[in-house]
């Protein structure tokens, strides 16, 4: 299994190499960032079919989302070149995820509480700014929790570590901006 980013795809060193290599399936992940109509679109997703295409032999291409409506699975099979796929389309209810809006009189406070009373669970809080990440993140240190950041201003490495140490569960929040899951 190989796992890049689209981005990855767009370098000409990368595409030489995989002109070499038997690729029989490719998987696109988080599809739903082909199609301007989706909400995370990334134009690098659009060269995911140039880079099918100079492939020598056409792989299976299955592609993988968890929101695209009707217009945003068009475009994704269009964009890929899919000619009459097997979809399958669930619902996007997910019970073991919520959303909740609420405006506390002290942020801070607020949030310690709530992670309190989830305490030795995981959880991501997404901030807004590279600088609200920080001060969060010191925050929730500073109270005992087991924290760590990530956005774009860190380097590649520290991400990657962060990103490590919460999937093992060494740190069991993680605070980020929209750049973290991307």
């Known amino acids: 299994i190989l796992y890049v980013s689209p981005e990855r795809l767009q370098l000409p060193s990368f ?11 490719v998987a696109v992940d988080e599809a739903h960032c082909i199609s301007q109509w989706g909400q995370d679109f990334r134009p690098a997703y659009l060269c995911i079919n ?15 989302t968890a929101t695209a409506a009707p217009r945003v699975r068009d475009d994704i099979r ?9 979809q399958y389309v669930s ?14 009189i002290d942020r ?8 309190r009373t989830r305490y030795l669970q ?9 600088k609200s990440v920080e001060e969060v993140c010191d ?3 500073k109270a005992g929790f087991k924290a760590t950041r990530y956005h774009a201003g860190l380097t590649r490495e520290e991400r990657d570590q962060n990103q490590q ?8 929040v993680m605070v980020a901006t929209n750049a973290f899951g991307m």
């Open 15 to 25: 595409a030489e190499l995989c002109r070499h290599l038997d690729i029989p399936f």
């Open 50 to 64: 140039s880079f099918i295409r100079s492939l020598p032999k056409r792989p299976v291409v299955a592609a993988f």
């Open 78 to 86: 269009t964009l890929l070149c899919m000619i009459d796929p097997t």
């Open 91 to 104: 619902s996007f209810d997910r019970p073991n995820l919520s959303f909740t809006v609420c405006e506390p």
């Open 108 to 115: 801070d406070e607020h949030l310690i509480s709530l992670l």
């Open 122 to 130: 995981s959880g991501i809080v997404y901030c807004l700014t590279r």
């Open 139 to 141: 925050i929730l240190c």
């Open 165 to 172: 140490a919460f999937l093992r569960d060494e740190k069991t």
